[in-house]
Every structure is written in C-alpha cells, then in structure tokens.
C-alpha cells in the first residue's frame, strides 16, 4: 500500500499519561500536516512540516502537544498530560509543495479515547 | 477556527437521485475543495476548483463557485448506496495556508 499510513488506529489512555502517534507520507511527498477532528465536526488544522522544517502551528496546538519529522520522512505526534479534551480522531495528511494547487491525501487517522 | 459551513447538515435521499451540498465560507479563497469521508475513516478528495473557475465536473460529480457570495456547491448525480458518507468543503486562501474545513454534510443514500 502505498498510501499515508498512522500508527496506531486506535489508543485508549488514562487521563494523565503520554501518547505519540506515528504518521508515514506518501513517499514523494514532502509537506505533511495534522488535523484533529471530533465527531461532528470537520477536521481542523494543528501544525504541518514541509520536509523536516515545521512551518506552521496552529493555537489549538498547545504546550502539551509537540510534532516532529526528524528526517523529512515520517512523523510523530505526541501529547503530554492527555486530558479528556483530547478525546478525538487524529489524522495525517501529506501533499507535493507544488503550489497552491495541491490535494492532500489523508491517514485513516488515529482514534485516541481518554478515560 | 473552521471557515466553511455546509448546508444541510444531513440530507438523506433514495438511490438515484441528485444529492445537493452547500458550502459557504468567510474570507477570500485560492481555491475550494471538496472531500469525501465514510465513516471513521480519513477523507477522500473530490475536486478542486480554483478561485477563477465558476465550475467543474468530474464523473458523477458537479461543483459550482461563486466567489462574489462566498459560496459553493457540489451536486452528486445519479446517486449510489455507495455514496453515502459525509461531505467537507475545506477553502485554501494561499499558497502556504493550510486547508479549512467545514462541519460537513452527512449524505445517506438509501438503496
């Protein structure tokens, strides 16, 4: 399969501990992003790298939660201190930095339940 | 905070009919896309239609642009069971910004 692929699907967690979520891109591709989206809504933008280079964050990135893509290839999400709040389904998505016109190709995401 | 807002939230109609979405958003676009999601899963893009374009077709799919009403939307014809899933408009104002998603359109297609 040569498509993005997350690690794991799903991960239920005591409130309190840390979590890391993995994230492999489409080989070629070199900007990856996060979103989060929690039943109902649509998927909302938390950070994205261009190679390893992070270049945005979004606010609903707090100090809990920190991103890396070490080598320009996969990434890793991990939250801190999780709280019931961060009950949601992460998703990974990755895209060719060809201009503006590009498509994002989407993870099947990672349900993360806090309890 | 997500832009777009999809209308209806759920719609709900017998196979072979069309399936209208809306979407309308706030601020000055590049360009909108549409996404496909079934359900717990990721999202699947549609088609994209650029700021200048007033519409676009692919397949089974129509989408129009009005960028003077900040609005959009995507027309599924001849639907199929298959077809249902939720369906996001996400808006793309340039060329580094991330995508801004809707809330979505739940579609059933009932066989």
């Known amino acids: 399969d040569t498509g993005v692929s997350q690690d794991p699907r799903h991960k239920i967690t005591k409130r309190g501990q840390n979590v890391t979520f993995r994230c492999d891109p489409i080989s070629e591709h070199n900007r990856l992003y996060w979103y989060r989206q929690t039943l109902g809504q649509g998927p909302e933008f938390l950070t994205y790298f261009q190679n390893e280079a992070q270049l945005e964050k979004s606010r609903l990135l707090s100090d809990r939660f920190s991103a890396e893509r070490p080598k320009g290839s996969f990434s890793t999400l991990e939250i801190q201190r999780t709280e019931q709040g961060d009950s949601a389904m992460y998703l990974c998505?990755?895209?060719?930095?060809?201009?503006?016109?590009?498509?994002?190709?989407f993870g099947p995401g990672t349900r993360l339940t806090v309890t | 905070s997500q832009q777009g807002e999809e209308d209806p939230q759920a719609l709900s109609i017998q196979e072979g009919e069309n399936a209208t979405m809306n979407c309308s958003y706030k601020?000055?676009?590049?360009?909108l896309q549409w996404y496909r999601q079934n359900s717990g899963r990721g999202l699947v893009h549609l088609i994209l239609i650029r700021s200048n374009e007033r519409e676009k077709h692919s397949g089974r799919l129509r989408v129009t642009l009005d960028t003077s009403k900040k609005s959009s939307s995507l027309l599924i014809t001849a639907s199929r069971a298959a077809d249902t899933a939720s369906y996001f408009c996400a808006t793309v104002r340039s060329g580094n910004t991330p995508l801004v998603f809707g809330k979505g359109t739940r579609l059933s297609v009932i066989a």
């Open positions: 998505a990755s895209s060719l930095a060809s201009g503006v016109l590009y498509e994002q190709y």
């Open positions: 601020t000055s676009i590049n360009n």
